[in-house]
């Protein structure tokens, strides 16, 4: 069946721009997780929604991120004023109703901020 | 907190040589604990688990061994294969938790 998907692929905009960045999760998941992952590094936990609301938003850096998931399916994340700094790869995971199941994750976004 | 110290790479073998990339882990409680597999132009791939102590995860002739007496999770393969060449990402998810936290990545490159 289909996986994760996210859209684009590749995203480069200039520094104080906003972007949106999209992510399919695999259908029937009602858990999704968005990460960031930084050249030569591990990704890094942004934001997790179980259904339609964010359980747990702790791992966004500061209030120029945020994300939304309305319907429960697919999720935006967002980023205003976007820095430099904001530069890379930004991953998706679905997963299923119990939080410590699998994670399956896309292929990911990768932003670059010029 | 709790984290993840993986070797650092690259870690370049010949074709059928034996693997080791060591993962160590910091958690509180009982983590289960993953190898993640990145392989070019992929995303990331669940390669094995294990979710309690001396439980073994394997898959595609990698294993892992859950040892809490060394905090550690290495991965091993006893016959690389030049398709094996890929950035493996240790991980941790914590008791009760949905957050994995990981290891900075090893890339091995395996020669023909």
């Known amino acids: 069946g289909a996986g994760v998907s996210q859209t684009p692929s590749n995203k480069v905009t200039e520094k104080g721009k906003y972007v949106e960045l999209r992510c399919d999760p695999i259908?029937?998941?009602?858990?999704l997780y968005w990460y960031r992952q930084s050249l030569g590094q591990g990704p890094e936990f942004l934001i997790y929604f179980q259904g339609t609301g964010a359980a747990d938003d702790s791992g966004l850096p500061n209030d120029r991120f945020f994300a939304v998931r309305p319907e429960g399916s697919v999720s935006t994340l967002k980023i205003q004023r976007t820095e430099r700094g904001d530069s890379a790869v930004y991953l998706c995971?679905?997963?299923?109703?119990?939080?410590?199941?699998?994670?399956?994750f896309g292929p990911g976004t990768r932003l670059t901020v010029l | 907190g709790n984290s993840v110290t993986q070797m650092e790479g690259p870690v370049t073998l010949s074709e059928e040589a034996f693997l080791t990339i060591n993962c160590t882990y910091t958690a509180t409680g009982y983590p289960s604990l993953f190898w993640y597999v990145q392989y070019p132009g992929e995303g990331l791939q669940l390669l094995l688990k294990?979710?309690?102590?001396?439980d073994k995860g394997s898959n595609k002739g990698f294993e892992a061994t859950y040892r809490k007496e060394t905090t550690s999770f290495h991965l091993e393969k006893g016959s690389v294969q030049v398709s094996d060449s890929a950035v493996y990402f240790c991980a941790l998810q914590g008791d009760s938790s949905y957050k994995l936290i990981f290891g900075s990545g090893t890339r091995l490159l395996v020669r023909p």
């Open positions: 995971a679905s997963g299923l109703a119990d939080s410590t199941d699998t994670q399956y």
């Open positions: 294990a979710t309690k102590a001396d």
């Open positions: 259908s029937g998941h009602t858990a």
